[in-house]
Every structure is written in structure tokens, then in C-alpha cells.
């Protein structure tokens, strides 16, 4: 028997391809991978289109040994939906090697993702380099090794992806310390967040230069002090993205700072930070809106 | 109205979704646009699961004005269906600004492309760079202006997805010079020949570097030769990919020199180069399909 992983692309129960539906409606069980990114509608209405239950699969079921979820998918399918594509998430390699090793068969049902959602800012998808990921900062933890990610691909021309953090079902720092997990309200980051975050540590570097008392400790966060080029300035270009792929996607172009003041409603977010602009893309570019107002 | 551009994704007339479906089925007119990639089943069987006569759009019909296709688009909708993801190819950015220029609302229905398919070789997709394609060489055209952004790569450890060359009616060159196009027979990059050429510049790289007489002409291609670090050697690990995202997926892990031989049968083939394999990535890659026989 057969373990399928399905991607729901972006939007809602409209956007799985026939072959996800057909596969969904013959497997024993069915999961939603819940953590990894957010389903813009009721899991009522997933079962509503698909005519099966649908049962949530939480960070622990998904990540923990899988003992559930994989349970009997020697001896009947079982299907595991992701939100987007398939295999953006660790966790999701890491799920099909654990099947893998228990001799189950291992199948896909491919979707869009993201990375092809992007493709709506008129951005070359072939001229983007590493996909960066920003997670807010705490008071402990200021993990910024993606400065000399984003400063690579913008000294050779190339567009970067900023997927902005999500905490879904994350144990807060306190009740870690207590060993008894308590979980934090989900939260998403916003293109403004995201923006201000890139802003805090552009200014965090010209202190630095300065020679002024550095707010972080360098041993934890050592990165964006390094040697590379300055990645942006506050009049660097961004592109927010929010709900890319559904109805209410929003789309708003303006520098860092203008970005960083900007509201694009509801999750989930993302940010591109073009390169350099070839004439088509540069034209499409202009064709979206703009925080100025022009369009 | 509006003119959509519709995914279809990787595999067959079920690989569209509920919303590209239901979107196709009120369409006035749908076309499928047919040489920036190729679908691997008939025509006939998409109209007999969309109940829509479906046109083929070639080359010109899709580059050349467009004047054809978008024909009525401001009175009646129209779809362009696209095998694997919308924008993917320059040419679908192109068409979505020229019908925007004529007051034309457009619109996307995205789907799965290479860049999901590629997630089955179990590398994660934020550590890909920057896209490459190959194209085959001719007497006179030897573009390798993809050596150093796969050198960019390598070095920072990150993945590259190599696209293949596909020719779909491309006139000669004989039959350009002469004002009147004769088209040559489809053809596609296999695995084989795109591991072959990058053997072949490697050897040149060699050639120039003994100080032998060079088989190319530097000032059309002086990219090989750059002063960045070799990008690989016939030792390097690649990954093919055939048919992607398709029941007839063939995956095989190899040197270069071992896929140069390589049998990977029909098209579309794309070739993985994986830059740096975290724990993870490495451990999944070993349960591919190997040239030498072992998984």
C-alpha cells in the first residue's frame, strides 16, 4: 500500500489537481499537515469537496516518530495533504524517509507552491538565487545567518525569496525551561515586520562601523557583521506578496522603509527583494501596484 | 473578461485543478500553448476531460503579436494552457504585459513545475541557486554563459537545476539565411547529452589551460574560461531526472561520466547538480536509483 504526500496548492479545496481528489478519495486515512503553513479555509470544506474525513496532523503527530500517522499504511493508503507543494519543508523529506525505512511505498501528488505563486511579480523564476527565511528576533535569539545569503545573491544580480516566519503550536521559552510545553498563539509575519527586521539589522551593521556598543551578542549572531558587501539599504526595492495564489492575494512595491510601514492584511506573507531588473521584468514590475500610489 | 493563463501541471489531463477546470469549462476560447514544453499525452484526451475544443498556440501564434490569441479577450474570456507552471517562460510574462497594454484583465491558475518536481530528488528547494539552461552547441553558437553561475554555485554549496534545451519548431539556420523558415524535427536535451557537454567544457577549461589551441571562439564564448574555479569534474555527483512529476518518472544518481552514458528514455529531462548534502538531503539521495546498480 502506498503513503501519498498531496500538495492543496495555494488557494482553497478548489486548487487540488484531479489526480490529488481521486487519490484522497480512495486512501483509509487522511491528514493535514497543520503547522508548516495555514489553510486560508475550514478543514469543513476540504471534507465537503473531497468526501472523506479529514483528521489534523500537529507538529508532535508529524514530527515525533509518526507512529500515528503512518500507522496501517503497510496494509492501506494513506494520504498526508500539505498546504503549497509537497516537499518545502524538512519535515516532509523527513516524514517519507521514516516511511521509506518501514518499507512503505512512497508516492507525491505534485502542486504549486510558493515558488511558483512568485512568478505573478513578473520576476524570472530562473534568476532567483537561495531562498532566504527570516524568523523574528528574541531577546536570546537573533539568528541572522541569512545576511550574507541575501548579500550573495544580490552581488550577482539574482532575486531572493524571504519566506517570513511562522509559529504554529511553538512551546514558549519559559515553559521549555519548566520541561511542560506550553504553546504560544500562532503567529505570521508580516511583509512590514519582515521589512523592519531587515532595517533593524542594516542599522545594527552601521553601528558596528561606527564603532558603537553592539546590541547583539556577536558569538550568537556573527553574520551580519561579516565581511560581505552591505545587502540593501532602506531605499532598496522590495515586492510584498500576501495570500500569494488566492482570491484575496495582494501585491505592493516600495523601498524597505515604505515596505516596512505597509499593511497587506491576513497571512500568510512573503517578501522578494529583486535583483537586477531585466526591461520585461522591470516593465511587469511596474505594472503592480506601488506604496506610492502610482500604478 | 479576462484572459487566464492556466497551469496544467507535470503529468496529464489530471493533473489540472478543480479551479483551472472549472475556469477552462466557462472559457470562450482555450488554447494550448505548445513548444516551451511538451505534453506527454494527446490533445484529444485533455478535450474529452475539459468538454472544450482545445487550440494549439505555437511559436508565432504566441510571440508574434498575439493578436490571434487575445482576439476578443475584452469581450469574452479566453485560457492559454500552460503544461507545468504559467511563468515559468519569459514568453508568458510577455503575453500577460501585452494583453495588459490592451486593457485585458488577466489572470493565473498556477500548478506544479519542474521546480516542485525537482523536491523527489530529496534536496531541499531553499538551497538551490540559480537556475542554468543548457542548450545544445552548433558550429557557430556555443553559449556557456552558465559556467559561472554554476561555478557561483558550487561554491556556495548550494543546488542547481539544469534546464535542457528543448527545440519545438526552431527554423534552421540554413533556412534563415536563405528568408524562409523550414523547421527542423523536435528535438530534447537528454540527461546523457547535457552531462556530455559539461564534460566537454570541462575539457576545454583543461585545453586552454595546457595552452592548447582552443576548438571555440573566446570572444562568442568567453565564459568557460573565466577566471572562476572549476565548477565540477567528471567526478561530481548529478541527479537525472526524466519525465518529472509523470507515472513514468525515472530518477538515476551518478557521476557525470557515469550519466554521460546514461539511458533516461522519452523527454523531459532535466539534470540536478547538487551543490553541498546536509545529513538529510544525503541520506535521501542514497535511496535514488544509482547508475552503479546499488539503492
Request: glycine fraction near 8%.
Amino acid at each position: 500500500m502506498v503513503f501519498y504526500l498531496i500538495g492543496l496548492g495555494l488557494g482553497d479545496e478548489q486548487d487540488i489537481t484531479l489526480r490529488g481528489l481521486e487519490t484522497v478519495r480512495w486512501c483509509a486515512r487522511v491528514y493535514l499537515e497543520a503547522y508548516t503553513s495555514v489553510l486560508p479555509v475550514d478543514v469543513a470544506r476540504l471534507e465537503r469537496q473531497y468526501g472523506q474525513r479529514v483528521m489534523l496532523a500537529d507538529r508532535e503527530m508529524v514530527e515525533d516518530g509518526a507512529d500515528d500517522l503512518l500507522h496501517g499504511a503497510d496494509t492501506s493508503d494513506v494520504a498526508l495533504l500539505v498546504v503549497g507543494d509537497v516537499f518545502w519543508a524538512t519535515t516532509h523529506q523527513d516524514l517519507w524517509l521514516r516511511a521509506r525505512r518501514r518499507g512503505i511505498e512512497c508516492a507525491v501528488v505534485h502542486n504549486a507552491g510558493i515558488m511558483n505563486a512568485v512568478g505573478v511579480c513578473g520576476l524570472q523564476m530562473y534568476r532567483f538565487g537561495e531562498t532566504i527565511s527570516l524568523v523574528w528576533f528574541t531577546e536570546r535569539w537573533r539568528p541572522t545567518s541569512w545576511y550574507p545569503r541575501l548579500a550573495a545573491n544580490r552581488q550577482r544580480g539574482l532575486h531572493t525569496l524571504c519566506l517570513l516566519d511562522i509559529r504554529v503550536k511553538e512551546p514558549t521559552e519559559e515553559s521549555l525551561a519548566r520541561g511542560k510545553p506550553v504553546y504560544e498563539a500562532p503567529r505570521f509575519m508580516s511583509v512590514a515586520e519582515a521589512a523592519q527586521q531587515l532595517l533593524q539589522v542594516a542599522a545594527w551593521r552601521r553601528e558596528r562601523r561606527n564603532g558603537q556598543a553592539n546590541p547583539t551578542n556577536d558569538a550568537e549572531a556573527p553574520e551580519p557583521y561579516c565581511a560581505c558587501a552591505e545587502a540593501y539599504t532602506a531605499q532598496t526595492l522590495g515586492i510584498g506578496l500576501a495570500r500569494a495564489g488566492q482570491a484575496t492575494q495582494q501585491i505592493l512595491v516600495g523601498t524597505l522603509e515604505q515596505l516596512a510601514r505597509a499593511e497587506l492584511g491576513p497571512p500568510l506573507h512573503a517578501l522578494i527583494i529583486p535583483g537586477e531588473l531585466h526591461a520585461l521584468e522591470a516593465e511587469f514590475v511596474a505594472t503592480l501596484p506601488q506604496v506610492s500610489g502610482r500604478q
